[in-house]
């Protein structure tokens, strides 16, 4: 299949309202009245799972969004992108972004390690130099896959510990529909089933007949959260294994989940950006949990 890189094609499409439930729709909109324009532009035909295809697809983007790498003389093409990809081709990228290098003196391809070998056998033995092909690629990962193993690392942590009965609970009974559930297979119920339980949880701790509350009833004191927070949790909260393990899970994992997903779904007013950083930050010693996590060797990564 050959592509023309100058043909423009044109697709129209009508704007296509339907009713659904927003819960951030309290977030006012920061997006111009007048509408963007946004190109879309043709598809790689490589799988994106090895160097060789990010080259190319990486190659493309490059040359289509007008880089300078591969414009010198356009005094409009831009010095960097932002380029966002799922884990896997993230991290290939990452160390084809490293290795691929290109001669200074003749502007042949070059791997990192053939760097001296190239110069002996192209240059002579002179003193040559190379540098990186694909320096304007400042890689990002895509939040959306990132909220994903976010929720999977969340369920594999807790899975026997309270979420495999929950499930059940909400209907999840077979073999099949524990399976479902546990692998995150469908995202959307996914982040229902989590909802459920960041709320449950909360509940749990805060409601009458729970300890908090029933304390300071049982002792005429007044309620607050400082009170909560600052006094009661060092003197009593902390000292049992299987409430601080309730709490850590709602106020750090669980909040950090959520937090994260408002920055990336109210894309409509900036400030909810620094939502997802921190929402990031906080879930991240999750991913460190297993030293072969590819999320944690990314969240080295994109900070
Ligand atoms: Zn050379």
Redesign the pocket.
Known sequence: MEIDDNEEGHVIVKENVSECHDEFQHVASNHPDHQVKVLAGDPVFVNPNSGDALKEVLRRVGKAVNVKHYHPDNPSACEWLNVTMDGSPYLVSGKVIVDVLM?T??G?QVLRENVSE?CEK??GGQK?SAIQEFSWVVLRICKLHEEMKMARYFIDLNWDIFLSKLASKLGFVSEAAQKFVQRGSHHHKTMSVLKVAHIGLWKEMLIPLIPYVRDRLSSSSPLSVNDYLYEWMPEVGWKDATYSHIFVTSWNYFMALHVFRMGVHVRRNYMYASFGRAGQKVFAPLFHRNSASKYALIDCHDR
């Open positions: 001669c003196k003749c042949a190239h192209y240059h040559c």
